[in-house]
């Protein structure tokens, strides 16, 4: 008599489990995904700089000094410094696109550079300072060549732009000491970015912005 009360019971606890677990599965394949990050590379002169401008942007997760677009593999920064080996010094930003879209992180870019020098940016010469969008989608490509056509025909400024698109390539991290040298090393940073007179260009650059 009591195995047959246990097993009415077990019956009554099982069969409302087995009528949950389908609404559970249901529940969670649709609850929304979390938003997934993309990333942006970008040649502007000095890593140090463009990793500066690029963390104060919102939605922003993480920002990587390193070299792209040349032929030498694992390069090291005695040999891009040397500008023979045909990489840039670039910065990868990882952003939500969520909170930032990539057309916004082409505005910061713009606005951090000197689109009209060719080779080099401010006091850096030499064409591992060039700049450069590397884009890396078809979606980005557009993006990127249908904002620096704007720029062309808007600008607020004299000269040619000389700002290059290309396909991102492999992409390889600067040296610890590098990453996030404006914090690490303020005073050096701001002796630089003064000197190389980087902020007093972009103001003559962009005045009427």
Known sequence: MMLMILKEISRHIVLPCM???PLLAAA???????????VATFGGGCFWCMEEAFDKVPGVISTISGYMGGRTPDPTYQQVS?????????VQVRFDPAKVSYLQLLEVFWRNIDPTQANGQF????????SEIFFHDEA???????????????KPFAGDVHTL??????????EEY???????????YGYYKSACGREARLKEIWQSK
């Open 28 to 38: 969670q394949a649709t609850k929304p995904a979390a938003p997934a990050s993309a």
């Open 123 to 130: 006091c850096d010469h030499g064409s591992q300072y060039r």
């Open 82 to 90: 040397t500008g023979t080996t045909g990489h840039n010094e670039v």
């Open 19 to 21: 009528l949950v677990l």
């Open 178 to 188: 590098h990453q996030d040298y404006y914090r690490k090393n303020p005073v050096r």
């Open 165 to 174: 698109v290309t396909r991102a390539s492999r992409f390889y991290p600067a």
């Open 140 to 154: 980005q490509r557009k993006a990127a060549e249908a904002s620096r056509a704007a720029l062309l025909k808007n």
